[in-house]
């Protein structure tokens, strides 16, 4: 596609489920970041992936957030046991290299019941 | 870590005036500085950036400063329209793209 795909775009989930939100960058970029918006904030920044490498996980809130790009494109970010606070949207954005024009997805707004 | 700072937090003028947003940063290996523009629903979106070699880049209404010495940038729109209405977004890219906390722009008519 022309641009970074996210989905689900809305995802629902009782308190205690595992979610998986995907991300699809555009095609041959290296660079791929995760961020969380909470209503009325800025991105917060997650996880940041150069190909298949994870270089900077400092931003994921708790060791129930998990990130992976196994084979440089596609990434998925995981949370397990979600809480109410984990209520966001998540941002998925890709560029050709760190510091270079950052392409964001549409994201997925999740709530946490 | 990389901090960044944005204000004003919101941003009220009629059409046609100008608007000005400032950001400050704490990182000085920072060498990239974009602008976003969000509107409701949507992700982000670049309306202009600015690398740490150049001071000043201009783009039709919109032009994005930078004082590397003294780490602060700032996005200056000129001939505000309604459509400029939105929340806009500074950044700076150190080892990850750090974001300010977010402006956000009402253009009345």
């Known amino acids: 596609g022309a641009g970074v795909s996210q989905s689900p775009r809305y995802k629902v989930a009782k308190r205690g489920q595992d979610v998986a939100l995907r991300c699809d960058p555009i095609s041959g970029h290296v660079s791929l970041f995760w961020y969380q918006q909470a209503l009325g904030q800025g991105p917060e920044f997650l996880t940041y992936?150069?190909?298949?490498?994870?270089?900077?996980k400092s931003g994921l809130p708790s060791d129930r957030f998990f990130a992976e790009r196994p084979e440089g494109s596609v990434s998925t970010l995981k949370i397990q046991r979600t809480q109410q606070e984990d209520s966001a949207v998540y941002l998925c954005?890709?560029?050709?290299?760190?510091?270079?024009?950052?392409?964001f997805g549409q994201g997925t707004r999740l709530t946490v019941v | 870590g990389e901090n960044v700072e944005q204000h004003p937090s919101t941003l009220s003028v009629q059409e046609g005036d100008s608007a000005v947003i400032k950001c400050t940063y704490s990182d000085s290996a920072s060498n990239y500085f974009p602008w976003y523009k969000q509107e409701l629903g949507k992700g982000p979106q670049l309306i202009i950036d600015i690398r740490s070699n150049v001071g000043e880049k201009k783009d039709q209404r919109i032009a994005v400063t930078l004082n590397k010495t003294a780490k602060h940038f700032s996005l200056h729109i000129t001939e505000t329209q309604p459509e400029d209405s939105a929340v806009y977004f500074c950044a700076a890219a150190g080892t990850a793209l750090i974001f300010g906390k977010g402006t956000t722009l009402s253009v009345s008519s």
């Open positions: 954005a890709s560029s050709l290299a760190r510091a270079a024009e950052a392409f």
């Open positions: 992936f150069q190909n298949e490498a994870q270089l900077d």
